[in-house]
């Protein structure tokens, strides 16, 4: 059920990455308008960006256009989708209900990294992976701790007012893993 699941997760990832790119051409920043537009499309050639790429945007996730209570209500359904969410909600309780899954994700992540991923099982380890948007069936063991550290080097990083970041990296960050290890 998780391949199912997945492919219903992963039809609004072109949806995410498309109102990223949007949402990029109205920043006023120049130079950050820039990198994150690089940043989507990298994704779209199928590549997969660096954590250090995503964190050095992080500023544009706080406020408009890309704060997550600035967000078009477009985007915000499709990430509600990806995290499993109902989007057929009025945005005020999408954007709620969004904060507060990634806000739970994001302190399951600092508690993770204070445990230790060699902590986790296998079967825990593949349940994080799923939880924060990869989908680790094909995945060895090796290749989910690889990416699964990364995501926590991201996620224990960014405040609670860059939680739209999170949220997009989810996408970012698994959309092209697999392709890009090949």
């Known amino acids: 059920f998780l391949d199912a699941y997945d492919a219903i997760r992963r039809d609004s990832y072109p949806d995410v990455v498309e109102s990223l790119a949007l949402a990029a051409r109205s920043l006023p920043e120049p130079q950050l308008q820039k990198r994150l537009q690089e940043l989507c499309a990298q994704v ?7 954590v250090a790429e995503l964190y050095a945007v992080r500023s544009l996730f706080s406020g408009s256009p890309l704060g997550l209570n600035k967000l078009q209500v477009s985007h915000v359904k499709a990430l509600s989708q990806v995290l499993f969410l109902t989007p057929h909600l009025p945005a005020f309780f999408l954007r709620r209900r969004l904060r507060s899954h990634v806000l739970e994700i994001r302190h399951l992540d600092c508690a993770m ?20 948007g990869l989908n680790p069936t094909r995945l060895g063991m090796s290749e989910c701790r690889a990416w699964l550290e990364q995501w926590l080097g991201l996620s224990c990083k960014l405040q609670a007012s860059e939680a739209s970041l999170l949220a997009n990296s989810m996408v970012l960050l698994s959309l092209n893993y697999v392709r890009a290890k090949e």
């Open 44 to 50: 779209r050639r199928g590549s997969q960006p660096r």
């Open 113 to 132: 990294l204070r445990l230790g991923l060699g902590q986790l099982s296998e079967e825990e380890l593949k349940a994080a992976c799923y939880l924060r």
